[in-house]
């Protein structure tokens, strides 16, 4: 996903804070890039370090349409989720895709496909530049 990202909080040390601006909205995560990268536009890769649990950080949405928002200290990714032969899953997000661990309690079935809703921690959110 192509972001233009934004110093937040200039830190010495590693993670730092930045915003990212996407298509489909902004967000303050954490960005594991260079720190002289920030202030422009990169293609990143998602971390999500956070279990999703069905009706706990996860929720089935009415709109089908891509989002990125805060909400608070969380983080919302709205997209459609798939199901991996692995036993994880998959948000599709503005064409990105994100890998997300489950967690009790599990998916209900017929979830595959869905538009849902991903609430999670600020802190449990990582971005990862990288060169296309």
Not at 47 to 72: H, K
Not at 78 to 85: M, W
Request: glycine share 12%.
């Amino acid at each position: 996903m192509l972001v233009k990202v934004e110093a937040v909080q200039p830190a010495p040390s590693k993670p730092i804070t930045v915003r990212v601006q996407s298509a489909v909205g902004s967000a303050v995560v954490l960005w594991q890039g260079a720190l002289e990268a920030v202030g422009r536009e990169h293609y990143v890769e998602w971390t999500v370090d956070e279990g999703i649990a069905w009706e706990v950080n996860t929720w089935p949405s009415a709109s089908g349409t891509s989002e990125l928002r805060e909400d608070g200290d969380h983080i919302v990714f709205r997209g459609q989720l798939s199901l991996t032969e692995g036993g994880g899953a998959v948000l599709e997000l503005g064409g990105a895709l994100i890998l997300l661990g489950l967690a009790d309690p599990p998916l209900p079935e017929g979830v595959e496909g869905a538009w849902v809703e991903v609430c999670v921690a600020r802190d449990h959110v990582t971005v990862w530049p990288y060169e296309v």
